[in-house]
């Protein structure tokens, strides 16, 4: 039997993501493929959600705020105030990145 016994860092700071306390718009939506939390995300050809990406960003369409399976239905919050280091990006790109699209859809990031 082996015991992990490396040490371990626990913090008791608690990691926000939604910044703002007003009203958000939110919408249900079947997901192409697997999608994380906080990642913000488009609509694909078919009307399912994708991942943004570079290529994809003008067809932004809000935030997931959980983690959403291929072919699964899950919520999208289309408006709302949050945190950009909380967001779940693909590789290469920043929360600069996509503030503007975000902003012109009613998301703004702190």
Do not use: C, Q
């Amino acid at each position: 039997m082996s015991m992990d016994l490396s040490v371990k860092k626990f913090s008791t700071e608690p990691g926000y993501f939604e910044a703002g306390i007003g009203p958000v718009a939110k919408a249900v939506k079947v997901a192409a493929a697997d999608i994380p939390a906080h990642a913000p995300v488009a609509l694909d050809g078919d009307g399912k959600l994708t991942l943004l990406t570079a290529d994809n960003k003008a067809s932004v369409y809000g935030l997931v705020p959980d983690s959403i399976r291929a072919d699964e239905e899950g919520p999208v919050w289309l408006t709302g105030e949050y945190f950009a280091d909380s967001l779940v990006l693909p590789e290469g790109m920043t929360a600069a990145d996509v503030e503007t699209v975000l902003r012109n859809i009613g998301i703004f990031l702190k």
